[in-house]
C-alpha cells in the first residue's frame, strides 16, 4: 500500500511506481494497482448512466399513463354523448363541457398520482428495511412528482375535452 502525500497526483504517483513494481516482481503479473480517484470516477459514471436509464424508463411511464387517462377520458365521453347533449340543450357552454372533462382527467391523474407517492414511499421504505440501504425520499422530489403526474393528466385530458366541447347538441341528444 503506498501512500500519497497532500499535493502529489495519484495519477502520476502510479504511473512511476507501476514500471519499478513490474522490475521488482520479475514481470510476474501479482500485484494490482488501484487508484481510489479511478474507482471513484468509475462509480460517479455508472450513477450517471443509472439515472439517465431511470429518466428514460420515467418518461416511457409518463407517456404511457397519459395515453391511458385519455383513452378513459374519450370512453368517457363516448358514453356521455347524450348527457353532453342535454347539457349543452339546457345552456352549458361549450367552455363548461370542457371544463368537466379536464377537472375529470386532473382527478384521475391526481389520484394516481398520490397512489404513486405512496407505493414510492413503501418500496423505497422496504428497500432500506431489507436491503439495509439508506434511501431518502424529499419533499422536493414528491412536489416534483405530483406536478408532473398532474400535468400529465390535464395534457392527456385536453383532446378529449375539446371533442366533448365540440359535439353538436342535436346530434348528442340523438345519439344512442
Known amino acids: 500500500m503506498v501512500r500519497v502525500a ?9 504511473a ?16 494490482a494497482i488501484v487508484v481510489p480517484e479511478a474507482l471513484l470516477e468509475q462509480s460517479r459514471r455508472t450513477q450517471r448512466l443509472f439515472k439517465i436509464v431511470m429518466g428514460c424508463i420515467a418518461g416511457i411511464s409518463l ?3 397519459g395515453i391511458g387517462i385519455m ?4 370512453a368517457s365521453v363516448l358514453e356521455r354523448t347524450r348527457e353532453i347533449g342535454v347539457r349543452r ?3 352549458a357552454r361549450r367552455d363548461d363541457i370542457r371544463f368537466q372533462f379536464i377537472v375529470e382527467s386532473f382527478s384521475i391523474s391526481l389520484i394516481g398520482g398520490l397512489a404513486g407517492i405512496v407505493m414510492g414511499l413503501a418500496i423505497a421504505s422496504i428497500v432500506a428495511y431489507y436491503a439495509e440501504w439508506p434511501t431518502l425520499v424529499t ?4 412536489l416534483l412528482s405530483s406536478g408532473v403526474s398532474v400535468t400529465v393528466g ?4 385536453l383532446y378529449p375535452a375539446s ?14
Open 6 to 14: 497532500g499535493g502529489a497526483s495519484p495519477w502520476e504517483t502510479s
Open 89 to 91: 340543450a339546457v345552456g
Open 163 to 176: 371533442r366533448a366541447a365540440e359535439l353538436d347538441p342535436v346530434v348528442a341528444l340523438g345519439y344512442e
Open 16 to 31: 512511476v511506481i507501476e514500471p519499478l513494481l513490474e522490475l521488482l516482481h520479475g514481470g510476474a503479473d501479482d500485484y
Open 63 to 65: 407517456v404511457v399513463g
Open 71 to 74: 383513452n378513459i377520458v374519450l
Open 154 to 157: 390535464v395534457v392527456s385530458g
Open 139 to 142: 419533499a422536493w422530489s414528491i
